[in-house]
């Protein structure tokens, strides 16, 4: 199955010291500070490159969160279960832009605004990480399953995110940010679905039941679907290659529904009924085709890729019409049944091979945080949230591409 990846570039922020206004800064103190400003370059920088390793990056990202936490939560020896707000979380102020706002930045004077923004970036990483090893030539089944596995952590990520961080911010975020819950909503369906993908690809692969693929590529359909509906309420011009991206996806997966449904109803003898789910299968092709078209000219965040050009769209056309003609063949020679006006109903519901995100763990502090320093902070003055201005787009490392004719069944290159 092809996985021709939309993936919408990092978010900016600025560069930040980590100094702390108007306290009678301790050793301990300064230390802390400084690891925060060290560990933040450092994620960062990692994050700009898909090539590095999941093992470099996600301890450079728990590191970070650990250093951070008592300026989210309470640190107290004597807490069960979950912590209370930080006192210190108004003691930095944040500046990160926004996937469909733009350029310009967004600053709030609160700790857990700059975690969930972070934790918003590790998952676009682990995005790009998966586009990125799903782009090699030949890719292996253990490629294969970390690609899946990629997907599902940034799902993960994204559902933290929405139902950890969200609720602990001192302001509600802003409409149409990355913190908005349509957008993360967004991000978690189409993860899940970018994910069931390789689900799909490895059914085609191993030459399961065809009932099964059907009901497979129609619940993936319906995820990019959902993903789609949730952004429909922006502006078009800021989410309508987003929505483009996500509408032909979910096109193309009702035409993969609808020839593996064919398929399974002529094993049945409903020959009649197979025509008429393979003619729908076509027109759903054709759709996705022109939805391709217009994604191609519409503006906006992500690099352009070009999904009609990939090898598993050329090669799901041929397949409906050799599927179609030995219906209409068989139909013409043994079954003589009539081609029903109603389309066959797709199975709603996938007996095994449905995705769901991988939980993402908030770490515990770190062991420079105890009791005494973070008493000795409370003092800290909140300071005045600066001017906002238009940061640069993130200089991220490119995905390399491959033109090779995939050797296996499905045609799956991701991208």
């Known amino acids: 199955m092809a996985h021709w990846f939309h993936r919408n570039v990092l978010k900016a922020t600025t560069n930040h010291k980590f100094e702390l206004k108007h306290s009678d800064p301790t050793d301990a103190t300064k230390k802390l500070c400084s690891d925060l400003k060290t560990c933040r370059n450092r994620l960062l920088e990692l994050i700009k490159n898909p090539n590095n390793t999941s093992t470099s990056v996600e301890p450079a990202f728990v590191a970070y969160l650990s250093l951070l936490y008592g300026f989210m939560w309470e640190v107290d020896a004597e807490q069960v279960g979950r912590p209370n707000p930080s006192k210190l979380s108004n003691a930095f102020v944040f500046k990160w832009t926004h996937t469909l706002l733009g350029p310009g930045t967004i600053s709030f004077a609160d700790s857990i605004y700059e975690a969930a923004n972070m934790s918003m970036n590790l998952g676009l990483w682990f995005m790009k990480h998966a586009a990125m090893i799903a782009a090699k030539e030949d890719i292996t089944m253990n490629e294969a399953k970390e690609v899946h596995s990629m997907l599902r952590r940034a799902a993960g990520v994204f559902t933290f995110v929405q139902t950890e961080f969200l609720p602990q911010l001192s302001n509600p975020p802003p409409l149409g940010s990355d913190l908005d819950p349509r957008v993360i909503n967004a991000y978690v369906n189409q993860c899940t679905a970018e994910a069931q993908e390789v689900t799909v690809a490895r059914a085609v692969e191993l030459k399961h039941n065809a009932s099964l693929i059907s009901a497979l590529a129609n619940e993936t359909s319906k995820l990019f679907l959902d993903a789609a509906n949730t ?185």
């Open 231 to 415: 952004l429909r309420s922006f502006k078009p011009e800021i989410s309508g290659q987003w929505i483009k991206y996500l509408e032909l996806k979910s096109m193309f997966y009702q035409s993969y529904a609808y020839n593996y449904c064919g398929e399974n109803l002529l094993a049945m003898d409903k020959c009649g009924e197979a025509i008429r789910a393979l003619k729908e299968s076509e027109a759903c092709l054709v759709k996705a085709k022109n939805f391709c078209q217009e994604y191609g000219k519409t503006h906006g965040p992500a690099p352009r890729v070009k999904p009609d050009q990939h090898t598993v769209f050329k090669r799901l056309a041929p397949l409906v019409k050799r599927t179609l003609d030995k219906c209409e063949r068989e139909n013409g020679l043994i079954y003589h049944d009539s081609v029903p006006d109603e389309v066959p109903a797709l199975d709603t519901k996938a007996t095994y091979g449905l995705v769901s995100p991988i939980d993402f763990q908030m770490p515990a502090h770190h062991s420079l945080w105890n009791l005494g320093i973070y008493k000795a902070l409370t003092g800290v003055v909140a300071p005045q949230v600066s001017k906002e201005q238009d940061l640069p787009p993130v200089k991220e490392e490119a995905i390399p591409q491959s033109n090779k004719e995939p050797k296996n069944e499905s045609g799956c290159i991701l991208q």
